[in-house]
Nanobody, 130 residues
Framework: QVRLVESGGGSVQTGASLTLSCTPS????????MGWFRQFPEKEREKKRD????????????TYADSVKGRFTVSRENTKGTVYLQMNNLGPEDTAVYYC???????????????????WGQGTQVTVAS
């Protein structure tokens, strides 16, 4: 069974840092662009997930949502197959369930849309108290 497994979430205070990890199981995704998305509590019913960050297969190129630019850093270690999301200076507005996702190389969908990704993890909760 092919899975992505996120870890590293938790409850922190404003200004704290967290690093999320995404580890594949059942196969590797070294040739896949990897994305991070988040789902805010008020969007749970509609299952809407907002784009956070993307990293290309070779790790040389990254892109971020404006709301996290300068605070979050996405990286990957293809030897381990793991993708990371380093989150600094967290605020209550970052409280959400965070998901990693793999975008098939042949999927031409826009990387900012959750429908463009083919594999998803189960999510990890990040809660930031004010």
């Amino acid at each position: 069974q092919v899975r992505l497994v996120e870890s590293g979430g938790g409850s922190v205070q404003t200004g704290a840092s967290l690093t999320l990890s995404c580890t594949p199981s059942g196969r590797t995704f070294s040739e896949y662009p990897m994305g991070w998305f988040r789902q805010f509590p008020e969007k749970e019913r509609e299952k809407k997930r907002d784009f956070v960050a993307l990293i290309t297969p070779n790790g040389r190129n990254t892109t971020y949502a404006d709301s996290v630019k300068g605070r979050f850093t996405v990286s990957r270690e293809n030897t381990k197959g793991t993708v990371y999301l380093q989150m600094n200076n967290l605020g209550p507005e970052d409280t959400a369930v965070y998901y990693c996702a793999a975008k098939s190389p042949w999927n031409v969908g826009n990387y900012r849309f959750q429908t463009s990704y083919d594999y998803w993890g189960q999510g990890t909760q990040v809660t930031v108290a004010s």
